[in-house]
């Protein structure tokens, strides 16, 4: 700058003389810098994209209905201080023939304050494809009708832009409430009201004003940054300033260690999509927080500049003024792999900047100059050069060494401001919940764990060169057998270099898929001990892997899922992946019998399960393969995903290529898991299917979903008559019809919480009781083939008897008949009749108590008889059981059945009286009568 303006400013403290031509000098230097900003800008759009800065400002300024945006005359529309240029309005004319200004009156009021640019306009990193953040800052307290008709008016503009060809983004701006610290809620576009401070050091780093109030901060000398409130209100309060010229965004003085931890933890974030994009600015707040509390903002290094009238653009270029902290802030802690690294992204950076086809000449010219000198300054051989300029098209060895550098990087990064927390804590926790969430996505991003998928580091335009590569079966140091991925060897070449090793093959395809190595024409080499795993099956995994990443990049990213544990969004399990489970079984599996269920198949009952290979795609972005062994694998990991709780159910996929029963084993296992997902979607619930020769339980408990392996049916008899704390409804495989514990899934079918419900079953020599109880324990008897009103008769009195006593069936007790259908089926009906004693029956009553640990004295009344320990001793039984027998007219001996019970908590095996259930009385009720039952000589 020349002439009388062209000397350093310098603003008195308050108490000194303040000219008011310093001050207008300041704003006029500050606003000279944006218009040439601007200008840049404009450079490197084309000529239809250039009329949207020119035209922005007045599209709100006022409303016009053939100019973009429109939505009503009565939206609020207005900027303090604006004029159209000659420019502007040829601009709206071409848009509107019938386009007029109009002198506005002024108002004591405009309902915006101000437009603004931010972020890498008008420095040496902005191209024509970068996106431009706009700042419309409204007045405090604008009417919410006001303001939504305002928002409609910024979409529709949006889409304007748009249509040239611009990715523009228009945020809300409420002064008042920024400055209290009421930002915008973290998201993909923006970082946050946990960074409000960092967010406005960038404001005033990067930002170029387009029209409105000018920014308060520009008038505060840079020596007086850690004074800005006082200072901008003295100049206001001595009216050396109008505050209606000022919009009043706060100063840098007072900022939490808190912002600093947010904002590495935001800057992470996006260097997990963009590492190389992200990672200046990733170092450029490790810089800062080195610095903290006493922090070297790089915006007043850029106001002292424009104060000290020093027009070097690099001093005055926001990119490159970060560039230039990062690169002091690690030679001066003797990082030298770190720094190399840095200015490898910013190299990476503005050359391929100057590459793009749509750089405006005067832009390219500029930015090769600059890395010209600085390639020089840094010593970089042409050897270098020729490699880094290669990267765009890299081999699968160095993106794999760029991989680790990176994530060593962001890993160094984020342990960094893991200490920094701690340093700074002050004995409290540096967490917020938008820390929180960021911290997750670290973690899951960053965390090593066995059969977690890494995404290789790469930037848009990235490519990695097709190579073939090869998969070879090997035994690992501990013995297990593995995988290895290699680059396919070619002649008589050495032998190249492993790239991973697994424990399981879909971890290695899935890698290859996941970074897009994988493509259809590839001709990989296949080396196998035990695996019948062919090329056939490679391409039909590899095809089934794409297919599930396909359909899951499509969703949005969201930092919301953080706020709770991770959960399965997508699943595929591949089965029997490199086996032939049917090769040692090939004779058993001629069935003699028409069971094809491949859990339970033919006349063996043969697995056809040998090995499950999952992929699950987490909420946490995490891309993650188990592998689990046998029926007992597959059910651990069925029980893991429908255990999950919250969220909507994960797309579910079976696969199975292996076999020539490859269709039914992958169906039969989609179909388990969607009836396991029903039948525990809603809360608590059991679930029976059968694998193999033995049942399993499926049941949800206090840590998830569990199941147990039961051997036959009479343990599972057992396990149903346990009793239990809550009522859990059970359902049955399907594939058990016909083939099960019958008549169990018709009479669970009716079962109910709070009722007891009796089931009577007549078949050809016996008579089958199934007692559901309110809980739903299973109680089953046999008895001799006698009519249901004679079996149940005994049942009703007793139950009757126990209901007497204790409040257990709240919703009655009910009777059942149990019959085949005509397609022989099991069903269920009412019995239709009253159970109840038939004839003169004698009434059998138990008393019991406890006299010591596991023994009892019982005293038992028959009518008006009783026989006690006391007097019969252990003979009790067979006393009371002789009396019965007398009584009889007939003489005969059919089973003596007791009509009531009376008896301690303790003996039944309780604490309290709420954990009482029918089904306890119906087990002791079996017990008592078996012994009055024994034969006797």
Not at 186 to 202: A, I, K, N, P
Not at 820 to 825: F, K, L, M, S, V
Request: glycine share 8%; aromatic share 10%.
């Amino acid at each position: 700058m020349s002439g009388p303006d062209a000397r350093p400013i310098h603003l008195g403290v308050p108490g000194e003389d303040i000219d008011r031509r310093d001050l207008a000098t300041v704003v006029r230097r500050f606003k000279n810098l944006h218009r040439l900003q601007a200008q840049h800008i404009q450079e490197c759009q084309t000529l239809r994209q250039r009329e949207f800065l020119d035209l922005l400002p007045l599209l709100f300024h006022c409303n016009h209905p053939n100019l973009p945006g429109f939505v009503s005359l009565d939206t609020p529309a207005g900027l303090p201080d604006y004029q159209p240029g000659r420019a502007t309005l040829r601009c709206a004319a071409r848009l509107s023939k019938s386009f007029e200004t109009r002198s506005r009156a002024l108002r004591p009021e405009y309902p915006i304050d101000a437009l603004y640019l931010m972020g890498s306009v008008g420095s040496i990193a902005y191209s024509r494809k970068s996106d431009l953040d706009i700042w419309l800052c409204h007045r405090p307290g604008l009417a919410a009708s006001g303001l939504e008709e305002l928002h409609r008016k910024a979409a529709g503009i949006e889409q304007w832009a748009a249509s040239l060809g611009l990715e523009a983004h228009i945020f809300f701006i409420d002064s008042e409430l920024f400055r209290q610290g009421q930002g915008t809620p973290v998201s993909t576009e923006s970082c946050g009201s946990v960074q409000r401070h960092l967010l406005l050091e960038e404001f005033y780093r990067t930002s170029v004003w387009l029209a409105g109030r000018i920014p308060g901060w520009w008038l505060v000398p840079p020596e007086q940054e850690d004074r800005h409130d006082e200072y901008l209100r003295h100049l206001i309060d001595n009216r050396f300033v109008n505050a209606d010229d000022l919009i009043d965004f706060g100063g840098l003085e007072q900022v939490r260690a808190e912002e600093f931890l947010g904002g590495a933890l935001w800057h992470l974030n996006k260097a997990i999509a963009s590492p190389h994009k992200s990672l200046l600015k990733l170092l450029l707040m490790e810089s800062y927080s080195a610095e903290y509390p006493r922090i070297e903002w790089l915006c007043t290094r850029l106001k002292a500049a424009l104060y000290q009238d020093r027009t070097d653009s690099e001093e005055l270029d926001s990119y490159l003024l970060m560039y230039r902290k990062v690169e002091r802030y690690l030679l001066g802690r003797g990082e030298s792999a770190r720094l190399e690294l840095a200015r490898q992204s910013f190299y990476l950076k503005i050359n391929g900047l100057m590459a793009a086809v749509t750089a405006a000449p005067a832009e390219k010219a500029r930015r090769r100059e600059v890395l010209a000198r600085m390639v020089r300054d840094w010593g970089w051989t042409p050897a270098r050069l020729k490699a880094i300029e290669q990267r765009r098209r890299w081999r699968v060895v160095a993106a794999l060494e760029e991989q680790k550098a990176i994530a060593g990087e962001l890993r160094l990064s984020y342990e960094g401001m893991r200490r920094f927390a701690l340093l700074h804590s002050g004995g409290r926790a540096l967490v917020g919940e938008e820390i929180i969430r960021l911290g997750r996505r670290m973690a899951a991003a960053l965390e090593r764990k066995p059969g977690k998928i890494d995404t290789l580091c790469l930037d848009g335009g990235d490519h990695i060169e097709p190579e073939d590569y090869a998969l070879q079966e090997i035994r690992l140091a501990d013995g297990e057998p593995g995988w290895a991925l290699s680059l396919r060897r070619t002649g008589a070449a050495a032998a190249p270099p492993i790239l991973r090793k697994t424990r399981s093959l879909l971890e290695n395809l899935t890698w290859l898929v996941h970074n897009g190595l994988y493509r259809p024409s590839m001709n990989p080499f296949l080396e196998t001990q035990n695996s019948v795993f062919g090329p056939a099956e490679l391409r039909q995994v590899c095809d089934a892997l794409a297919g599930v990443f396909k359909a899951q990049r499509a969703e949005s990213e969201t930092l919301d899922e953080y706020t709770r544990p991770p959960r399965a969004v997508a699943v595929a399990l591949f089965i029997n992946l490199g086996v032939d489970a049917e090769a040692q079984r090939r004779d058993n599996l001629r069935p003699a019998s028409n069971r094809y269920d491949a859990l339970s198949y033919g006349y063996e009952r043969a697995n056809l399960i040998d090995r499950v290979d999952a992929l699950i795609l987490t909420s946490w972005r995490e891309i993650l393969v188990h592998q689990y062994l046998g029926l007992s694998g597959l059910f651990a990991c069925l029980a893991e995903l429908v255990g999950e709780s919250g969220g909507a159910a994960p797309e579910f996929h079976g696969f199975c290529f292996s076999t020539t029963r490859a269709r039914t084993i992958a169906g039969r296992v989609e179909t388990l898991y969607r009836d396991l997902r029903a039948a525990f979607g809603t809360g608590a619930a059991r679930y029976l299917v059968r694998g193999g020769r033995s049942y399993f339980l499926f049941e949800r408990l206090p840590l998830g979903v569990e199941f147990r392996e039961i051997p036959d049916e009479d343990r599972l008899y057992t396990e149903l008559a346990e009793p239990r704390a809550a009522f859990a409804p059970l359902s049955f495989d399907p594939a058990l019809a016909g083939d099960g514990p019958d008549p169990l899934p018709a009479l669970y079918r009716r079962n109910k919480p709070g009722a007891v419900q009796v089931f009577c079953l007549v078949e050809a020599a016996q008579v089958r009781v199934f007692v559901l109880d309110e809980r739903g324990s299973l109680f089953h008897r046999v008895h001799e083939p006698l009519g249901p009103s004679v079996v149940l008769g005994p049942y009703a009195v007793f139950l009757e008897a126990v209901a007497q006593r204790y409040v257990l069936a709240a919703a009655g007790i009910e009777y059942y008949l149990v019959e085949r259908d005509g397609a022989g089926e099991y069903a269920v009906r009412p019995a239709g009749f009253p159970p109840g004693a038939v004839g003169k029956k004698i009434e059998v009553r138990v008393f019991a108590q406890e006299i010591g640990p596991g023994r009892a004295a019982y005293t038992i009344a028959c009518d008006d008889r009783e026989f006690s320990s006391m007097e019969s001793g252990r003979d009790v039984f067979a006393a009371a059981a002789e009396h019965i027998l007398a009584l009889r007219r007939s003489g005969l001996r059919y089973p003596i059945y007791i009509s009531d019970i009376d008896l301690p908590l303790s003996i039944l095996g309780v604490e309290t009286a709420e954990q009482l259930q029918t089904v306890h009385f119906l087990l002791y009720k079996r017990k008592i009568e078996q012994r009055l039952n024994q034969p006797r000589p």
